[in-house]
């Protein structure tokens, strides 16, 4: 689940990510508009040297996570990652979480503040 921090983190949560320390594609008049599933922004963000050690953490932790929470038999685990509005770093990283988690569990996708 992506969301903005700006309106607040989603109760339903598992687990908490948090992407604001990346730079802003808001803050790039080009990529304003645009949102983290556009591959101009998903360029942008792969740039960031940041961005790969943050989502290589975070893929650790729900690897190691998961499968514990399967054998306590809970049906579904929501990690959510936020980043200030929820439109741009926040997108990127769900979308890439769940593109990398598809193949070893059912996988969902939300995004809040696009309203998708």
Do not use: I, W
């Amino acid at each position: 689940l992506s969301f903005g921090y700006k309106h607040g983190v989603p109760p339903e949560a598992d687990l908490v990510f948090d992407g604001r320390f990346l730079p802003n594609p808001n803050f790039v008049p080009r990529l304003r508009r645009l949102s983290g599933n556009d591959a101009p922004v998903v360029a942008y963000l792969k740039r960031q040297p940041e961005t790969a050690a943050f989502l290589k953490r975070v893929m650790a932790l729900v690897r190691y996570v998961l499968p514990r929470h399967e054998r306590e038999g809970r049906s579904y685990l929501t990690v959510a990652l936020g980043c200030t509005g929820g439109r741009h770093r926040s997108v990127f990283f769900v979308e890439t979480l769940a593109e990398k988690f598809r193949a070893r569990t059912r996988t969902l996708a939300r995004h809040r503040e696009l309203g998708a």
